[in-house]
């Protein structure tokens, strides 16, 4: 004898619940995709909502941006992904090497850019992430000005097109840390560009426009 099979469970819109939250996290989510323009969607997509369950911080661009460079399929450091990079590791003073490393793949970034800055900081298995986060602004600007107005611009609280203002103190360690590692500037003239600098914003907040004509900062 032939069993028939049972027939399809049918549903009408009484009998699914959709939470109310839900339609506010998929549009949260498609934004953050517009903005981000992963290159991998369906890995991107697993790190957001894993950054989400977990409370910390997401992958996602503030703004649209055009990669930099491209290496393979890889797009290389943009000044949003590194913004992404800083907002997910800032609360250590240190992170290690493995730490570092999985928040770079989970942008799809070059992993020979992550080489190659670890290089130029000699960078061992404990990273200071403030140092670390210089040389990333290095590799985007590629002078010691244009990195420190990267700097500013990333770590500002300012409004989008604001002044990028940033605290002193912050500066002086980018700009000595930098500065240092040129090995090309001479201690005297490290100083004195601080001492200007300082007097100038009054020991505060520096925004590019106080250092940008000062040509002491690079030579």
């Known amino acids: 004898m032939n069993m028939m099979p049972p027939p399809e469970t049918m549903y009408c819109a009484q009998q699914i619940n959709i939470p109310p939250e839900l339609p506010n996290i998929l549009k949260q989510f498609t934004k953050a995709a517009i903005k981000t323009q992963p290159h991998d969607v369906l890995q991107w997509a697993a790190d957001y909502f894993s950054a989400l369950s977990k409370g910390q911080g997401l992958p996602v661009k503030e703004k ?15 000044p949003g992904l590194l913004k992404i990079l800083h907002q997910q590791l800032t ?14 793949k989970d942008l799809r970034l070059p992993i020979e850019q992550l080489d190659t800055i670890l ?15 210089a040389l990333g602004c290095s590799a985007l600007g590629g002078t010691i ?30 700009y000595t840390y930098l500065a ?13 560009f601080l001492h200007r600098l300082e007097e100038e914003c009054q020991g505060e ?3 590019p426009s106080n250092f940008t004509s000062f040509r002491s900062a690079e030579e």
Do not use: Y
């Open 180 to 192: 240092h590692l040129d090995g090309e500037i001479p201690k005297e003239q490290i100083d004195s």
């Open 64 to 78: 649209l941006e055009m990669p930099v460079a491209t290496q393979k399929t890889d797009t290389g450091l943009t």
């Open 119 to 133: 290089a130029l900081g000699n960078f061992t298995e404990n990273i200071n992430w403030m140092q670390f986060f």
């Open 205 to 207: 907040m520096v925004q």
């Open 91 to 104: 609360s250590k003073e240190c992170v290690t090497k493995e730490e570092l490393l999985l928040k770079w």
């Open 145 to 174: 000005v244009s990195a420190l107005k990267h700097a500013c611009e990333i770590l500002t609280e300012d409004p989008e097109g604001g002044a990028a203002q940033i605290p002193f103190d912050t500066f002086q360690r980018l």
